[in-house]
C-alpha cells in the first residue's frame, strides 16, 4: 500500500489542525493504520492507531482527549484531528500501516507515508 500524508501546517497553541492519510493500492480495512511523529532531536513515537483485527483505536498518554483518529473506507483514507494543539505537539507527523502488525505504529510498520509537518507556536 502506498500512503500520502497531507495537513500539515502552522499553528498557534490551543488551536487544531486535521491530518489526512490517503492510501492507494490495497484498502485500508484490512490494514492497522496509525500515526507517528518525530521532534527535533527526539526518537519517533506512535501517537495513534487502528488495529486491524478489530478496529480499536489506540493513543499515546501524551494525546490522550486531545487526538482522534478515525478512517473513511469510502475515501481509503484516515484521519487524525488534533485539538488543543501544544507546542511540543511539533513534530514531522507520519502515517503508517501494515496488514499484520498491532498498534502502537512502531519500526515494524512496513508501509510508510512521507510526513507532513506540524509546528505549533505563536
Known amino acids: 500500500v502506498q500512503l500520502q500524508a497531507s495537513g500539515g501546517g502552522l499553528v498557534q497553541p490551543g488551536g487544531s489542525l486535521t491530518l489526512s492519510c490517503a492510501a492507494s493500492?490495497?484498502?485500508?480495512?484490512?490494514?492497522?493504520i496509525g500515526w507517528a511523529r518525530q521532534a527535533p532531536g527526539k526518537e519517533r513515537e506512535g501517537v495513534s492507531c487502528?488495529?486491524?483485527?478489530?478496529?480499536?483505536?489506540q493513543y499515546a498518554d501524551s494525546v490522550k482527549g486531545r487526538f482522534t483518529i478515525s478512517r473513511d473506507n469510502a475515501k481509503n483514507t484516515v484521519y487524525l484531528q488534533m485539538n488543543s494543539l501544544k507546542p511540543e505537539d511539533t513534530a514531522v507527523y507520519y502515517c503508517?500501516?501494515?496488514?499484520?502488525?498491532?498498534?502502537?505504529?512502531?519500526?515494524?510498520?512496513?508501509?510508510w507515508g512521507q510526513g507532513t509537518l506540524v509546528t505549533v507556536s505563536s
Open positions: 503508517a500501516a501494515d496488514p499484520w502488525a498491532t498498534c502502537p505504529v512502531e519500526d515494524d510498520f512496513g508501509s
Open positions: 487502528i488495529r486491524s483485527r478489530d478496529s480499536g483505536k
Open positions: 493500492g490495497s484498502t485500508l480495512d484490512t490494514y492497522s
